[in-house]
């Protein structure tokens, strides 16, 4: 099951769900529900949309502490990198995780990510799943 509800498709392939402003198109993510985020336009409505599923890397940072959720860690707490993604066509940003074997010194800027989803924690009744950015090459 989803960490987070609603913001990404389990489906194969995997896309992160935003939205789309009825009245200007400008994409959000996490779903925008009462404002659009363009200053200029008064939208109040929106449509739930797949958003690409790579981009290039805009930041990355390296997660050396416990960070809070959604970016819950293993125990024992392992070090991972968190990458700043610009969408590939919505050019807007989304923060995520990296893959598990992925560092920061494996990263630069500009690399091309994919999306996928891998398991964040488990219980003893479900797999909590998250979505996770995975260099193309
Ligand atoms: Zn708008």
């Given at each position: 099951m989803p960490?987070?509800?609603?913001?990404f498709t389990l489906e194969e392939p995997a896309a992160l769900l935003g939205s789309r402003c009825d009245t200007c198109g400008t994409c959000a993510f996490p779903k925008a529900?009462?404002?659009c985020g363009n200053p200029t336009c008064d939208g109040t409505t929106f449509t739930e949309v797949p958003?690409?599923?790579g981009g290039k890397v805009w930041s990355f940072t390296d997660a050396r502490y416990q960070p809070p959720p959604?970016?819950?860690?293993t125990e024992p707490y392992a070090p991972f990198a968190i990458?700043?993604?610009e969408l590939a066509e919505e050019k807007m940003v989304v923060m995520g995780q990296v893959v598990a074997?992925?560092?920061?010194?494996?990263?630069?800027?500009?690399m091309d990510v994919e999306l996928v989803i891998e398991t964040l924690y488990e219980d003893d009744d479900h797999e909590y799943l998250v979505w996770k950015w995975r260099p193309c090459d």
């Amino acid at each position: 099951m989803p960490a987070v509800e609603g913001w990404f498709t389990l489906e194969e392939p995997a896309a992160l769900l935003g939205s789309r402003c009825d009245t200007c198109g400008t994409c959000a993510f996490p779903k925008a529900a009462f404002f659009c985020g363009n200053p200029t336009c008064d939208g109040t409505t929106f449509t739930e949309v797949p958003l690409s599923r790579g981009g290039k890397v805009w930041s990355f940072t390296d997660a050396r502490y416990q960070p809070p959720p959604p970016y819950m860690a293993t125990e024992p707490y392992a070090p991972f990198a968190i990458a700043a993604v610009e969408l590939a066509e919505e050019k807007m940003v989304v923060m995520g995780q990296v893959v598990a074997g992925v560092g920061v010194d494996d990263l630069r800027i500009g690399m091309d990510v994919e999306l996928v989803i891998e398991t964040l924690y488990e219980d003893d009744d479900h797999e909590y799943l998250v979505w996770k950015w995975r260099p193309c090459d």
